[in-house]
């Protein structure tokens, strides 16, 4: 069966400390998808990335970078020089065959 | 402007009641889903249809129906029998570009529902 973690349930930091969201997967599957979703309080999930199984190379985006290790079964999320907007909670999902499985989600709190 | 809408954003309901809440997409996109939310949860999957006229279960089916007469529109109905329904639901589509689609899905605003 397929399963997503996210041991972090919550995370407190000051604005401009670095923060990573950890997010570890199981799965039989060789191809998959991966996902992060941020969920502001409105509540919409807002996509944030997508990657799949074959594409071990890490990715950057403005102060957002994910970590994929096929070897751990891991895909996490750094949010760099936090601000105050990036409090929300964050969904990791994984995806086989057009459904999505979601981790319990972590909610990060960035305080001034 | 693309996007999903959903309405309600708040919806109360008397215990005993069928509720619909509504889903429109005009990303033309193949493929809608609804999910379920509880508190410090994930989301868990009830329905979500690839094809106009064809819908498949989830996860969490009991208790919700769904129809998909048009492309753009895929309405879930809470039925009584649905245990506990107080939760945000959210909608979500994708293009869906075969079978097994692993399209990213976008999701609608969602709609929090409370059983009095």
């Known amino acids: 069966a397929q399963k997503v973690t996210q041991a972090q349930t919550e995370i407190s930091v000051v604005e401009k400390e670095d923060v990573t969201l950890d997010c570890v997967y199981e799965?039989?599957?060789?191809?998959?998808?991966l996902f992060w979703y941020k969920q502001p309080p409105s509540g919409e999930l807002v996509f944030l990335i997508r990657?799949?199984?074959?594409?071990?190379q890490n990715e950057i985006s403005g102060r957002y970078s994910w970590n994929f290790q096929k070897s751990t079964s891991s895909f996490n999320f750094t949010i760099t020089a936090s601000q105050v907007v990036d409090s929300a909670v964050y969904f990791c999902?994984?995806?086989?065959?057009?459904?999505?499985?979601f981790g319990q989600g972590t909610e990060l709190s960035v305080k001034p | 402007d693309g996007g999903i809408t959903q309405s309600p954003k708040y919806l109360f309901r008397k215990e005993g009641q069928n509720v619909t809440l509504s889903c429109e997409q005009n990303?033309?996109?193949?493929?809608m889903y609804w999910y379920r939310q509880d508190p410090g949860q994930g989301l868990r999957l009830i329905y979500y249809?690839?094809?106009?006229?064809?819908?498949q279960k989830g996860d969490i089916a009991e208790g919700y129906s769904v129809s998909r007469e048009k492309k753009e529109s895929f309405p879930l109905t809470v039925t009584s029998a649905q245990k506990n329904p107080t939760a945000f639901y959210l909608c979500?589509?994708?293009?869906?570009?075969?079978?097994?689609?692993?399209?990213?899905?976008?999701f609608g605003p969602g709609t929090r529902l409370t059983v009095l």
């Open positions: 979500a589509s994708s293009i869906d570009v075969g079978g097994y689609s692993t399209d990213t899905q976008y």
């Open positions: 990303l033309n996109h193949d493929a």
């Open positions: 799965t039989r599957d060789t191809t998959y998808y």
């Open positions: 999902a994984l995806s086989e065959r057009g459904k999505l499985i």
């Open positions: 249809s690839q094809i106009v006229n064809d819908f």
């Open positions: 990657r799949n199984s074959f594409d071990e």
